[in-house]
Every structure is written in structure tokens, then in C-alpha cells.
């Protein structure tokens, strides 16, 4: 009987913990798990890859640098067939790649070459794309560049927000590894190059990146809302000076007079931004820094005052 193929790997967040399991099932050897530190200033809101490698007694690692020279050598010396990154939040240098007898490979939660980069699930729905999907490629130096194995498709409905997206993205990696695993591991798994596509490379994004224009078309102020909405930083924009966080909107079938744009309306019961375009959108999840709004409240004082948008 030959002997279990062996993976190191690197790995966070729910992508991580269900494609650990994916391998543990398929009875890969996991010498060793690489994973980060939890931010005690993060808000935390997805499965542990540190708790799940305790509970299969995995031996564990949470280094500062993930390309450290000891860690690189350690590796080296476990001599893994395969090292795996799935979600995990440093890009890995050569010294570690190398460690791969057979190949280093990556979870990315886009449709490669689409949205390569940071937080590609945020970025396309801030773009408004109908699809997205989990891809397993291999790593090169580059960052998300490497030959293409395996993607699958998942949907973006007008109204998902970023978490809902999310967990489709974490069931199609979970698919996509359990079917492509028996091909790497018996050599004969498909790889295409994949063409590098100008403009598809998006970084990290900040908070800050969550202020509403409402400049913007209405559509365009919607996809940022649900892009960013918790447990990510949300969206926000000033109502009559005072800061407002917009958690949840719908697009709204009417258009608004210019004179009554860019103003917080309120119309049977709902709260409505005016956006200057003419679009409307119905906010339907708000707070500020003393807590949620109370929108019915809300929409029977701008019912009499409509209250200007930042």
C-alpha cells in the first residue's frame, strides 16, 4: 500500500477550516498547519483554523512572518508532497514554495484572472458582477498568477450582501478541492496557464473606502452598501452632519425630481435616500454611534423634515 500523501498547510478563516477538512477526510497526512493570530481589534465572525487543528491534534504554527528562513527549513524538512494556502493571509515566497515536492497551491475566492489580489469577494460585488467563484491554482512568485486546476461558479443576487457571497465562495472551494484532490494526488489533475488580465489586480480594502458618494447612480451606492455591510466596516455617509452607517438597502422602482435629490426622505412607514441620479434607495438597516436606528421613528420626522446627505 503506498504510503498517504502529505500537505502542509496554510490556511485561515472558513475557506480554511473547510478545505482542511476537505484533506483530512480524503486521509491526507497533515504534519503541520500554518495559520495567524487572531486581531484582538478584528470582529471575528468566521470559523477558526487554530481551534480545528487542535481538535484533530494537528501540530500548529502561527509565525509573524510566514517567510521566516526557520519556517521555510522546517518545511523543507517535513518534505510535504504538496503545500496548500487556502485563505490564509500572507502571500508565500519561494523559499517556502519550494518545500512542495509535487506543488504549492492556492484557494483564491475569485474567478481567476478576475479579481486577483485582496478581498475579491468585496470587490466584485462593489462592481455589481452577477458571479463569482472559488479557483485552485498553483502558486508562483507572482501573486494569484499560477496555472489554473480547477473553478467553479457561484451567483450573486442583486440584494447579497459580502457574507452571503461568502459562504457560497467557501461551499464552491470546498467542491472544487474534494473533486480536483484524487487528480493531484494521482498526477494527473489538469492545469492551464492562465492569462494575466490589465486591471483584474485589486489591494486590500480600508474602511475608509466605505464613505457613500451619493453622486454615484443609485445601483452603484447599493453594491457598496452590501459589499462592506457588517461584519465588515460598512458603508456611511453624514445624515444633517451626523454620521450614519447603512448597513442594508434595496433599489427602489421610481425616480426622484432633482429638486428632492440628495436628501433622506421619509414616505409610508420607510426611510429613502435620494440619490442624484434620481434613483431611490429604501434603507433598511442603519445605526449610529449610539446603535441602531429605529426607522420608523426615523421616517415620521423626515416625513416633516427631510434631512440632507452628506
Known amino acids: 500500500m503506498s504510503a498517504a500523501p502529505r500537505a502542509v498547510v496554510f490556511a485561515y478563516h472558513d475557506?480554511?477550516?473547510?478545505?482542511?477538512?476537505v484533506l483530512l477526510s480524503a486521509k491526507v497526512e497533515v504534519p503541520l498547519v500554518v495559520t495567524v493570530r487572531d486581531d484582538p481589534k478584528e470582529n471575528r465572525w468566521f470559523a477558526s483554523v487554530a481551534d480545528t487543528a487542535r481538535e484533530y491534534r494537528l501540530p500548529a504554527a502561527m509565525p509573524d512572518d510566514a517567510n521566516d528562513p526557520a519556517l521555510a527549513e522546517q518545511v523543507a524538512r517535513l518534505a510535504p508532497d504538496f503545500i496548500f494556502s487556502f485563505y490564509y493571509r500572507s502571500m508565500l515566497g519561494a523559499p517556502i514554495l519550494r518545500g512542495a515536492r509535487r506543488g504549492a497551491l492556492n484557494m483564491h475566492g475569485s474567478l481567476l484572472p478576475k479579481y486577483r489580489g485582496r478581498a475579491p469577494v468585496n470587490w466584485a460585488i462593489v462592481n455589481g458582477e452577477r458571479q463569482t467563484g472559488a479557483t485552485l491554482h498553483y502558486m508562483v512568485?507572482?501573486?494569484?498568477?499560477?496555472d489554473i486546476v480547477d473553478q467553479l461558479a457561484v451567483p450573486i443576487l442583486e440584494d447579497d450582501d459580502a457574507r452571503e457571497v461568502f459562504a457560497k465562495v467557501t461551499a464552491a472551494a470546498e467542491i472544487v478541492l474534494a473533486r480536483s484532490l484524487p487528480g493531484l494526488i494521482a498526477g494527473n489533475a489538469p492545469r492551464r496557464p492562465q492569462p494575466i488580465?490589465?486591471?483584474?489586480?485589486?489591494?486590500?480594502?480600508?474602511?475608509?473606502?466605505?464613505?457613500?458618494?451619493?453622486?454615484?447612480?443609485?445601483?452603484?451606492?447599493h453594491n457598496l452598501v452590501r459589499a462592506v455591510a457588517p461584519p465588515f466596516p460598512g458603508a456611511f455617509t453624514e445624515v444633517d452632519g451626523r454620521q450614519w452607517w447603512i448597513h442594508r438597502t434595496r433599489v427602489e422602482p421610481r425616480i426622484i425630481a432633482p429638486s428632492q435629490r440628495g436628501r433622506l426622505f421619509g414616505a409610508q412607514g420607510g426611510c429613502y435616500a435620494a440619490c442624484r441620479d434620481g434613483g431611490v434607495l429604501r434603507i433598511l438597516a442603519a445605526a449610529t454611534a449610539d446603535g441602531p436606528v429605529d426607522l420608523a421613528r426615523a421616517a415620521r420626522e423626515l416625513e416633516a423634515r427631510p434631512a440632507a446627505l452628506g
Open 15 to 21: 475557506v480554511g477550516v473547510r478545505c482542511l477538512k
Open 141 to 146: 512568485e507572482r501573486a494569484d498568477a499560477g
Open 197 to 221: 488580465e490589465p486591471g483584474q489586480y485589486f489591494g486590500r480594502r480600508r474602511p475608509e473606502d466605505g464613505r457613500i458618494d451619493w453622486s454615484h447612480p443609485a445601483v452603484r451606492i
